[in-house]
């Protein structure tokens, strides 16, 4: 039987024994290939691996066309810089369902043109370049198999927990199609947690847009979300290289050659999956205080109702947009952000009228709104946040809001009909914006709540931080822009905070001394099954060039590869004592 002969199979595979003979056959055929043939045994063994992969990789695409993860792209065109290597200089952004139909697309979410109509290098027709980077969360859609690729096993190599064997990968028959590069193969499961490499069939349909040659190289990464399950979180691309690919016909053209760095992240397939049907419409009441019939009251006071029409509103909001993926389940990164926070509340003696609550939304683009008496930053703008303070500062605008009984959140939302909108529609139905006069007062605000708080002295490091938002805010207008509050900069002057950034010292980009802001990813990590975020908590490494503090840069990024637990897999849990007994 084929599973039990798996381990034997592998043992063999893996012994020192057949490396030692590997290394023998490839001394003696070292002028044939430079790669290393493992002989007929191996030869069966490799496709033996090879074939399950396949067969594993099927069952993640069919996944993919029954759960709709959200994806987001998030690209910068960069130029470079003598100091400072690559330094961003224009970006673009997608954000939308990843679906498997006729191919892979980019579904937008309701994701409109920013007010500046900046036409981007890298947008002749941006739904299609969304679906070219959709079409990168694979190798190959239609089959990584031996009838079309040839693979030459290279090494065995840990990705995290889950050891690989690694291949090298390329089209059988020469063409316009197919994936060219190497793969991993962890060896529980045999599925692809990594592959790195570039596919032609993609570059094609960009170098189109794009007026220019390119093969489109991609590093994409898998996750394992429940034992067995495989899904795709993870692709960086980047295309920096000057001189390759430029025919002469596109040599004329070299002013429009893109060249960018791009992440790429899908996530939210549990939300995307949860029936939810229910609790579209459904009204929950957390907070103990707002039980009824306290008092034999027979009906709520008019201020009372007030407020808890206002609090039915905040749950509805956060639901839909938890139940969307948008929003990060409630967890443990909220409690470090809630922290801040109540530095800022007990110092201020601000007057509540019940609990704050913060929550994170989960999309690179740096921006915070509060939801009734919920405050939510977005991913991306903790994750570049230099510091303690400067995240205070982000929280301190949203308080003053509150501080100064500005209104929290639209009652409309208190009607559920309002929030049963097509996903696609949702982020156009929520956006909540402020007038000039509020943003004015809650800013002067800011000032006040920081001058009483723990970072009254910290607040040079936060002004300098809104500096680069300031300074950067031309060139990476996608990035700070709002899906759903107010601009934090614009057409490249602050909308907020300016008091603050001017006390700041100046910038000094060439120093090492000084980091105004983090890369993105910086500082959170989000599991792509469940959309939970954890703060990253390895310690910061010592910088050792200015290049490495490109502040809002895209870098690569590599998740460490864990096994799920069996408990995590967010199936129901039903366990006999036997089967405690048992583990
Ligand atoms: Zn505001």
Redesign the pocket.
């Known amino acids: 039987m084929r599973l039990a002969r798996l381990p034997l199979l592998f043992a063999a595979l893996l012994a020192p024994v057949v490396t030692a003979s590997i290394a023998h056959a490839q001394a003696k055929n070292q002028k044939a290939s430079t790669a290393q043939t493992p002989g007929r045994a191996g030869q069966a063994q490799a496709d033996d691996i090879i074939d399950r992969m396949t067969k594993a990789e099927r069952a993640v695409l069919d996944r993919l066309r029954t759960s709709h993860p959200l994806m987001e792209v998030y690209i910068q065109n960069v130029a470079p810089d003598e100091a400072r290597g690559w330094v961003p200089v224009d970006d673009n952004y997608f954000l939308g369902q990843l679906k498997f139909d006729d191919g892979p697309t980019l579904r937008p979410l309701g994701f409109k043109e920013p007010q500046r109509g900046v036409r981007l290098r890298l947008t002749s027709d941006p739904p299609n370049v969304g679906n070219a980077f959709a079409a990168m969360v694979a190798p190959d859609w239609r089959e990584l198999d031996r009838k079309r690729y040839a693979f030459t096993y290279v090494r065995r190599e840990f990705l995290g927990e889950s050891r690989c064997f690694v291949f090298d990968v390329r089209p059988l028959r020469e063409g316009k199609e197919g994936f060219v590069g190497r793969i991993w193969i962890e060896d529980r499961d045999y599925n692809l947690v990594r592959f790195n490499g570039a596919s032609l069939g993609f570059g094609e349909t960009l170098s189109e847009m794009l007026k220019r040659k390119l093969s489109f190289h991609m590093d994409g990464w898998r996750v394992n979300a429940a034992p067995g399950v495989w899904v795709p979180s993870y692709v960086y691309s980047e295309e920096t290289d000057l001189n390759s690919a430029s025919s002469s016909k596109a040599s004329s053209k070299s002013k429009q050659q893109a060249r960018f760095k791009s992440q790429t992240r899908i996530w939210g397939y549990q939300a995307q999956n949860a029936d939810r049907t229910g609790s579209l419409t459904t009204i929950r009441i957390d907070e103990p205080n707002v039980a009824d019939t306290t008092d034999g009251a027979a009906q709520l006071s008019p201020v009372l109702s007030q407020r808890r029409w206002e609090q039915e509103a905040e749950s509805n909001v956060l639901e839909r947009l938890e139940a969307i993926g948008l929003l990060a389940p409630a967890g443990e990164a909220d409690k470090v952000l809630e922290t801040v926070l109540n530095n800022l509340v007990v110092t201020n003696k601000v007057n509540l009228q019940r609990p704050l609550h913060s929550r994170i939304l989960l999309t690179s683009p740096l921006e915070s709104f509060t939801v009734g008496h919920t405050i939510v930053l977005s991913r991306g703008l903790i994750d570049v946040l230099p510091d303690e303070a400067s995240l205070a500062t982000m929280l301190a605008?949203?308080l003053s809001?509150i501080a100064l009984g500005h209104q929290l959140i639209d009652t409309k939302f208190s009607f559920a009909d309002r929030l049963m909108v097509p996903d696609s529609e949702l982020l156009e139905a929520l956006r909540f914006r402020?007038t000039s006069k509020e943003?004015a007062a809650?800013d002067e605000k800011v000032i006040e709540l920081l001058g009483n708080s723990p970072y009254r002295d910290k607040l040079a490091d936060a002004g300098l931080f809104l500096r680069t938002l300031s300074e950067q805010a031309k060139q990476l207008p996608r990035l700070i822009q709002p899906h759903i509050g107010?601009y934090m900069a614009a057409n490249g002057q602050m909308t907020?905070l300016a008091e603050l950034m001017k006390q700041a010292p100046t910038l000094m980009p060439n120093s090492l001394e000084q980091i105004a802001a983090l890369q993105l990813g910086a500082r959170l990590v989000v599991d792509a099954w469940s959309g939970k975020v954890a703060l990253d908590r390895s310690p910061a490494v010592p910088l050792m060039s200015v290049r490495e503090k490109i502040p809002f840069a895209v870098t690569p990024l590599m998740p460490v590869i864990r096994y799920a637990e069996p408990l995590d897999v967010g199936t129901p849990a039903v366990r006999t004592v036997g089967e405690l007994r048992s583990n």
């Open positions: 605008h949203e809001h402020r943003e809650a107010d907020r």
